[in-house]
């Protein structure tokens, strides 16, 4: 039998599944919602609330990543003040020392009766024919051609060429740089002469001078270029052989010329002594 045949049941059933709809809506009261809605109310409600938690997750996310993009900006900022006081802080630091150099100076010039005279250091020329530095103090400032130039340390060279407003100094690394000097524990004398960029030779010792690695070497102030008793260098090395009257001793400069700032130009220099001179 075709489903389509008329048939008097089948009509009472489509009938009613028709009808019930309808009943059920004449019986809502006011604000009341059809049974048949309810299922899909749920489904509705579950979505709104799946809705709104995926929102809320969004917004705290949101405001999340606003928030750390904010604390990262503080970061940066931090981080740029705390260069800057850094910067100052060096800044401040290299005025002090700055001001310690100066004063220790002062000092100097204060306890010597011989004319000292402060300069800066303009250039440094330690690869060309003479290794030399450029200071900013020339004729108009009474610097001539043979003051010595030292620091409150040690000695630094000579003047080799004095102009109107800077003179070149001669360091005594130069391999024609030489300097008067004795051996401060035993009193012999040589003469220290430049070897190289970093270190110098102490000739004409005797061979029966007691030298050994370590020892200082100081200025002997009979050159009346330096004043007596300034440290010059160490000893690096002694060799000596049978066949040499004097032993071959390589020293190592106290100053390290490349770092120089500020120098002093000793003048009129008389043979005195820089330790009577300081006590």
């Known amino acids: 039998m075709f489903f389509f045949q008329f048939d008097y049941k089948k009509i009472a059933v489509i009938?009613?599944?028709?009808?019930?709809?309808l009943f059920s809506i004449s019986l809502l009261k006011p604000g009341d919602r059809l049974w048949i809605f309810r299922p899909l109310s749920g489904i509705v409600g579950f979505t709104e609330s799946l809705f709104i938690g995926l929102t809320g997750a969004v917004e705290n996310t949101t405001k999340t990543y606003v928030n750390l993009i904010g604390i990262n900006k503080s970061i940066h900022s931090l981080k740029r003040e705390n260069a800057d006081l850094k910067a100052r802080m060096l800044t401040y630091s290299e005025i002090l020392d700055e001001?310690?150099?100066?004063?220790?100076?002062?000092k100097f010039q204060t306890i010597q009766s011989y004319s000292v005279k402060p300069a800066q250091?303009?250039?440094?020329?330690?690869?060309?024919?003479?290794?030399?530095?450029?200071?900013?103090k020339g004729i108009i400032d009474g610097v001539k051609k043979g003051d010595a130039v030292?620091?409150?340390?040690?000695?630094?060279?000579?003047?080799?060429?004095?102009?109107?407003?800077?003179?070149i100094v001669l360091v005594l690394t130069d391999r024609y740089a030489v300097i008067d000097a004795v051996?401060?524990?035993?009193r012999a004398r040589g003469i220290i002469e430049g070897n190289g960029v970093d270190t110098c030779i102490l000739k004409y010792l005797q061979r029966s001078d007691d030298v050994n690695v370590g020892d200082l070497v100081v200025t002997s102030g009979l050159d009346n270029i330096f004043p007596k008793g300034i440290p010059v260098a160490k000893v690096k090395s002694v060799k000596r052989k049978k066949s040499e009257i004097t032993p071959q001793v390589e020293v190592t400069p106290i100053i390290d010329v490349t770092r120089l700032d500020e120098v002093l130009i000793i003048s009129n220099v008389k043979n005195q002594s820089l330790e009577a001179a300081l006590q």
């Open 150 to 167: 030292i620091t409150q340390d040690a000695a630094v060279g000579y003047i080799l060429e004095s102009h109107e407003n800077t003179s």
């Open 15 to 21: 009938a009613l599944l028709i009808l019930l709809p």
């Open 121 to 136: 250091v303009i250039g440094i020329d330690l690869f060309a024919e003479r290794s030399s530095i450029r200071i900013n």
């Open 183 to 186: 051996l401060e524990k035993s």
């Open 99 to 106: 001001n310690q150099r100066l004063k220790q100076i002062l």
